[in-house]
């Protein structure tokens, strides 16, 4: 983990009220594992409270750029959606332990999972598993039409199906919907999105399928110091012993967390 400021190279709106944005710079080689997030100081005050922890979306090693996307709705986020191509960013990172793209066999295929700002993570998941010979199924669940972004990136990557709550684009309902409807064969379940998605995919694989989940949702400060997201173990009947989400995760195996 380093801290740098990094030159945005690109910064657009690509849904309601989500943007992307790509940043250039040294601190790129660092970044290897899906999963992983940063954390962006938002505005120029010194306020640290102004730092919020993204997911990184896409790595770029050769152009030494990094992307990432994020809802622009409170205070510090609309101040990024402010930021223009050439200012400077001042980011913290990589951290956190991200996706293991080893523990699916060369030759078998994953189950990618998404819902709505979960989504960014699982391009760069699906990415580096398909470099490596591992098919990738997607399921990706938006509020309504105007939400969806990445559908193409994803579609490049492999079979994807879309979900919207209002039924305004892709399946009605919910990526439990596409995912009842559709008999997917695969080895291992990777997911990024609300805490109620995650606690179905949890119930629905556990028990047949390694499971990932990243709980990405329940971070706060992002580096450890405000313990907005402990999580208690599911081994330890006590309740004494925990996890944090932004140093011990944000991606954790099905069952070792209570969700
Ligand atoms: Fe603050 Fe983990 S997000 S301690």
Excluded: W
């Excluded at 596409?178 to 997911?191: A, G, K, Q, R, Y």
């Amino acid at each position: 983990m380093k801290k740098a400021y990094m030159n945005i190279v690109s910064h657009e709106k690509i849904a309601r009220n989500i943007y992307e944005m790509t940043l250039q710079g040294e601190l790129v080689s660092l970044m290897n594992h899906p999963g992983q997030f940063v954390h962006i100081r938002v505005g120029d005050s010194l306020d640290p409270i102004l730092r919020r922890p993204i997911s990184i979306a896409k790595i770029n090693k050769e152009e030494q750029t990094f992307t990432i996307v994020y809802r622009a709705e409170g205070k510090g986020t609309l101040l990024l959606s402010q930021k223009k191509i050439g200012d400077l960013v001042d980011v913290l990172g990589p951290l956190g332990n991200g996706f293991s793209i080893n523990t699916v066999p060369t030759g078998e295929k994953a189950l990618i999972v998404g819902g709505g700002i979960g989504v960014p993570p699982l391009l760069e998941l699906s990415k580096q598993l398909n470099a490596v010979g591992i098919e990738t199924i997607h399921v990706l669940g938006f509020q309504s039409k105007e939400d969806v972004f990445y559908e193409q990136q994803f579609l490049s990557l492999g079979d994807t199906y879309i979900a919207t709550v209002d039924g305004s684009y892709g399946t009605e309902g919910f990526v439990t919907n596409v995912l009842n409807d559709n008999p997917f064969s695969f080895h291992t379940v990777f997911s990024c999105g609300p805490t109620v998605m995650l606690k179905v995919i949890e119930e629905k694989y556990s028990t047949n399928y390694p499971v990932f989940l990243s709980l990405e949702e329940r971070m706060g400060c992002g580096i450890g110091a405000c313990f907005a997201c402990v999580c208690h173990r599911k081994d330890d009947p006590t309740g004494f012993t925990y996890r944090k989400v932004c140093t011990d995760g944000p991606v954790f195996p099905a069952g070792e967390v209570l969700i």
